[in-house]
T-cell receptor
Framework: KQEVTQIPAALSVPEGENLVLNCSFTDSAIYNLQWFRQDPGKGLTSLLLIQSSQREQTSGRLNASLDKSSGRSTLYIAASQPGDSATYLCAVGAAGNKLTFGGGTRVLVKP | DTEVTQTPKHLVMGMTNKKSLKCEQHMGHRAMYWYKQKAKKPPELMFVYSYEKLSINESVPSRFSPECPNSSLLNLHLHALQPEDSALYLC????????????FGQGTRLTVV
């Protein structure tokens, strides 16, 4: 059974600092990995999708890497802003279009 | 348009009530999903519909009954719920297949009293 872990569970940084969020998974037989942002009480906003054949994906200040063999993905957010404060979730996609989520990292960017 | 619309945004229901949650998308996605999210926990998959047919039921109690009347709509019918069923219910959609991005709605906050 796939297990997805995100460490740390919470992170607080001053504005302008780069953010590094980690995601690990136990079963490397994945189709893709997706990073989401969730604001309190709200739905999920898709940030990046990395296909299983890709090593990296970039969108603006966001960069995500994927190392399938070691079961790891990292989300980098450059030059953090207070508006980046949210919970970030990684989810591993597998057969049947099933997404298995990590527990999330709660990020606070202090002005 | 990458929007998944869920209604209502909030719902309070008694344990003897029958209610329905609705989800709509117009992205041409043929896979639609229901997830349940408890406070400070990650979303957990409940149901997957692929081409309007139920393909995955994650051993969800029968008091939750999904329905996919057409390729744009997904419903979740609720009956005789328990207080522990109170949660944020999220709908998502994607193209079926290996490398497709899932898009989520804003959720319905359900409280069972």
């Amino acid at each position: 059974k796939q297990e997805v872990t995100q460490i740390p569970a919470a992170l607080s940084v001053p504005e302008g600092e780069n953010l590094v969020l980690n995601c690990s998974f136990t079963d490397s037989a994945i189709y893709n990995l997706q990073w989401f942002r969730q604001d309190p009480g709200k739905g999920l906003t898709s940030l990046l999708l990395i296909q299983s054949s890709q090593r990296e994906q970039t969108s603006g200040r966001l960069n995500a890497s994927l190392d399938k063999s070691s079961g790891r993905s990292t989300l980098y957010i450059a030059a953090s802003q207070p508006g980046d404060s949210a919970t970030y979730l990684c989810a591993v996609g597998a057969a049947g279009n099933k997404l298995t989520f990590g527990g999330g990292t709660r990020v606070l960017v202090k002005p | 348009d990458t929007e998944v619309t869920q209604t209502p945004k909030h719902l309070v229901m008694g344990m003897t009530n029958k209610k329905s949650l609705k989800c709509e998308q117009h992205m041409g996605h043929r896979a639609m999903y229901w997830y349940k999210q408890k406070a400070k926990k990650p979303p957990e998959l409940m149901f997957v519909y692929s081409y309007e047919k139920l393909s995955i039921n994650e051993s969800v109690p029968s008091r939750f009954s999904p329905e996919c009347p057409n390729s744009s709509l997904l419903n979740l019918h609720l009956h005789a719920l328990q207080p522990e069923d109170s949660a944020l219910y999220l709908c998502a959609s994607s193209h079926p297949g290996r490398n497709t991005e899932a898009f989520f709605g804003q959720g319905t906050r359900l409280t069972v009293v």
